[in-house]
Structures are given as structure tokens and as C-alpha cells.
């Protein structure tokens, strides 16, 4: 039986006809092509279609039709004939249904589409965390049994045409991030109340946790955390994102204490490289961590991140954070301007010479990524460890009684580096707060389960329901 549904989707689109003749980029790779067929009272009509990253191309009869499939609705039915098993694609109030072999081609299009089934395919098992307006939920797959993080957005807290954008925003970037440093994002479901973001579950804890816990760590070390995300920026830098909100909160383990598999998370601040600086929100970021020019209204690129990657070097070198204020503002203040103390931080002349160039408050004297990835602190800093072994292999272990253990100095802070500490600092302006409302599993499911039976999506013009966002999400912006 086909499952249907009557709610209007939030994603609708306006349109007069489901083959939109979407322009085909030639030189971009097929992720797909086969043959289905497409079904009619009286007889089927086989089909070839090819799949890229947003376009459905159809070729029939020596005629080819395209659409853009972002954000159009996506089922699985069954034929009524036959019992085969199809995908029926929704755009507005236009279908187009296909049947064959699909699972290969329907993989595809979850990654780019909206789905409507998320309580007959996952299982909500507890809360993780909760903010503004999202939750973040432990879900897991009824059919493979994997577990993942369900971000979950209440849909009347989105309330007008910037914030939707803003959601629509986020979305389509993390469907663009493919690299192991980034937080990769599965497949989105939608139904009257919920819109639900199925995420890479990342079991480790974030790296201001880590820190709070751990002891100073060795330049290797650090040098080896520096890379992972140097690498995971250029990758967002080349889709043409800038992340804008990279600090220690924001990088997350994937699993517990390992730092070698650390990965960029929440890009709810994340936007597309606009050379005339035309941003949804244009100044935004943590104090202490945003680069000046945002600060002080000045156009901006890529190298606001290599700014924010600085400043997380000065703190996992030195143990403080470079701009410390008595309040929001004092720290605003001492960040745009950008003078920070290099004295008393026990590191290596390269690690300074790295951290001094992350951290030029000109942007235009910034070193790029390119040049940060092949500075000498990187391969020195292996250098020295791989000596110390060397060093350390000549010692007698047998000299060193078994009760005694050798301890590392702990982290030196101007400031005890706390969550409370840091969080009563920073969390006003953080992004995406991860949400105070907390939502009823059972209404979640019954929500959907009342709708599963029905018929399907609503073609009348539904009006969209007013939407009330909570106030929080406004600090996104850091007004001066």
C-alpha cells in the first residue's frame, strides 16, 4: 500500500509543470543512469534516466527532460499492478512515479530530497541535547540498526522568510560537505510539525570538554589537530562555504579521547562566499573568536576561518584564550582591535611564527590555507617527537620503580579554561543553541501516524501557518 500524505510541505514549491528544462551541465558526472519505466492505465513506457547532484534527466522517444529535484518531496510505492516497487517524486502540485530496480537510484535522491516516513524508518531512543528551537535526539535505524543523531526543528518557531532561508541555507551546505572532517549529514524528513536532520553520530564529546579535562598537550599533537581541520576547511572552502563559527565547542570527536578523528560541526552560521558581501547574516561569530574585519564592518572572505583556527592554536599552545573581557563587550572590543600577548607561551619558534601569521588582524598580510598547510611547524614539530623517542628508548625502564608514574604539568591558564567560565563568556552569541524546548517523543510519532493514512499531498493551496521563532535565534547576529 502507498504511503500518503495531506500536510502542505514546507518545502513546496511554486511551479507550472514538473520538467522545469533545468540547464544540464555537460561536463558534470552522471551519478546514475538506467532503464525504469513509467506506468499508465493502459501500458508501461520504459524510460532512461540519469541522475547528477540536483537534476533528474529523462530521455524518451529521442526527447530529453530535466528538473531540479532539491527539496522536491520523495516516496517509495508500489506499483497497483504488478506489486513492483517505484519512487514518486513531488514538486508543488505535480507528481512524476517511476518503477524497476530503484533502490540504487533512490539512495541517491534522499540526499538531496525530502522524505515523509521518519517514525516508520527510525526510532527516537533519548534526548542528546536541546536549545532554541532544534533538538538533537539519539535515533536508530529500524532496518540496519545504526545509530545517528536526529537533529529535529519545530516548525512553528520558524517564522518568517529570513529564517526559513537561513534553514534551507544550512541544509543545502552540509549536503555538500564529503570530507572526514566535516559533519556529514544523511537524509532530511519533514511531516506537519517536525523537520528532521539525520546526521553522523559523533560519540566523543567536543574539544572544550576535552581540554577541561585533559593535560597540556604536545606540539605534535596540536600540530596534528591543526591539520585535520586545516584540511576540513580547504574541502568547505572549495564548495565555496565559510564556516565563520569554528572554536573549540564546535569541533567534536568522533570517538572519546581520539584527536587524530576530530571533525567541524554546526554550520548554522555557515554561508556561501559572496564577493559583494552580501550575507544573510553578515556580522556574526563567538567574541573571541570572529576575525576583526567582521567585527568592524569590513568585507571579508575565506581567511576569516584561518583567523578563528588561530586563535584555537593560541589556546591550545598557551592554555588562555588570546581576548578575555570582563564582559561581551570588553572581548568584542579587545577583538576587533586584535592585539594579543605572544609573551610566556612555551612553544617552538615555528608554532609562534604559524600562530603570528593565523592572527594578522589585516586579512591581506593572513597567511592563505595553502601556506599554512606547508608551513615547517608541521613537519618540524614530527620531527622533534620522532627524536625524543630515539632519546627515550635508550632509557632503563627497569630504573623506574613501578609505583611511581611519570605526570605532565597541566594546562597553564591566565583564567581556569572551565565550561562554565568559557560558556558564561560565549554563549550569547552562539549559533544554533542547541535547543532549551524540549518535544515529546509520543507526540512526534503520533504526529506522523495520523497522517501516514491519508491521502496524498495536499494540491489545494494551502495557506502556510504563521510560525513563531523564538527570539534567541536573532543573536545569531552580533549587533555592536
Avoid at 10 to 39: A, G, H, P, R, V
Wanted: hydrophobic share 30%; aromatic share 10%; charged share 25%.
Amino acid at each position: 500500500m502507498n504511503q500518503k500524505y495531506c500536510f502542505k510541505s514546507y518545502f513546496s514549491q511554486q511551479c507550472t509543470q514538473f520538467w522545469d528544462n533545468t540547464k544540464i551541465d555537460k561536463t558534470q558526472k552522471y551519478l546514475m543512469e538506467d532503464l525504469y519505466y513509467i506506468q499508465t492505465p493502459f501500458e508501461t513506457i520504459p524510460c532512461n534516466l540519469r541522475l547528477n547532484k540536483k537534476n533528474l534527466i529523462m530521455e524518451q522517444d529521442d526527447k530529453q527532460y530535466s528538473t531540479n529535484v532539491e527539496n522536491a518531496g520523495l516516496e517509495l510505492i508500489t506499483s497497483d499492478f504488478n506489486n513492483d516497487q517505484g519512487v514518486r517524486i513531488t514538486k508543488g502540485n505535480y507528481t512524476f512515479e517511476f518503477f524497476g530496480k530503484i533502490k540504487s537510484i533512490f539512495d541517491q535522491l534522499k540526499k538531496t530530497s525530502i522524505q515523509f516516513n521518519f517514525t516508520q524508518r527510525y526510532t527516537i531512543k533519548k534526548m542528546i541535547a536541546k536549545g532554541t528551537f532544534a533538538t538533537i535526539y539519539l535515533a536508530e535505524c529500524k532496518f540496519t540498526q545504526n545509530e545517528y543523531a536526529v537533529k529535529c526543528f519545530e516548525k512553528r518557531h520558524i517564522n518568517n522568510e529570513k529564517d526559513k532561508k537561513n534553514l534551507i541555507k544550512e541544509m543545502q551546505i552540509l549536503r555538500l560537505m564529503n570530507h572526514k572532517q566535516l559533519l556529514t549529514i544523511y537524509e532530511v524528513f519533514e511531516n506537519s510539525n517536525y523537520i528532521y536532520f539525520v546526521q553522523e553520530l559523533l560519540k566523543g564529546g567536543d574539544l572544550h570538554e576535552y581540554l577541561e579535562r585533559s593535560e597540556k598537550l604536545s606540539e605534535l599533537k596540536i600540530s596534528q589537530i591543526i591539520q585535520n581541520l586545516l584540511n576540513g576547511i580547504q574541502y568547505m572552502h572549495s564548495q565555496g562555504v565559510l564556516h565563520r563559527d569554528i572554536k573549540p565547542e564546535n569541533l567534536i570527536l568522533r570517538q572519546k579521547n581520539n584527536l587524530n578523528d576530530i571533525v567541524i560541526g554546526d554550520f548554522g552560521l555557515a554561508d556561501f562566499y559572496k564577493y559583494d558581501g552580501n550575507y544573510l547574516y553578515r556580522r556574526c561569530g563567538t567574541p573571541g573568536y570572529v576575525a576583526p574585519e567582521i567585527l568592524r564592518g569590513q568585507p571579508y572572505d575565506y581567511k576569516v576561518d584561518i583567523y578563528s583556527i588561530g586563535v584555537l592554536l593560541y589556546i591550545l599552545l598557551s592554555g588562555r584564550r588570546p581576548f578575555i573581557g570582563k564582559n561581551n563587550q570588553q572581548t568584542i572590543k579587545l577583538n576587533e582591535i586584535g592585539d594579543i600577548n605572544y609573551d610566556d607561551i612555551d612553544c617552538s619558534s615555528e608554532a609562534l611564527s604559524l600562530m603570528k601569521k593565523m592572527l594578522e588582524s589585516q586579512p591581506e598580510n593572513r597567511i592563505s590555507i595553502l601556506s599554512a598547510k606547508q608551513h615547517p611547524f608541521f613537519t618540524n614539530a614530527q620531527k622533534r617527537e620522532s627524536q625524543k623517542t630515539k632519546i627515550s628508548l635508550k632509557l632503563d625502564v627497569k630504573c623506574i620503580p613501578q609505583q611511581e608514574h611519570l605526570c605532565v604539568s597541566p594546562i597553564i591558564t591566565s583564567r581556569p579554561l572551565n565550561r562554565h567560565s568559557m560558556m558564561n563568556n560565549f554563549t550569547l552569541y552562539t549559533p544554533r543553541q542547541l535547543p532549551r524546548l524540549s518535544h515529546d517523543v509520543k507526540s512526534i510519532i503520533k504526529t506522523e501516524s495520523n497522517e501516514i493514512h491519508r491521502s496524498t499531498i495536499s494540491r489545494q493551496s494551502l495557506s502556510r501557518a504563521n510560525l513563531r521563532l523564538n527570539n534567541q535565534f536573532t543573536n545569531l547576529q552580533m549587533y555592536l
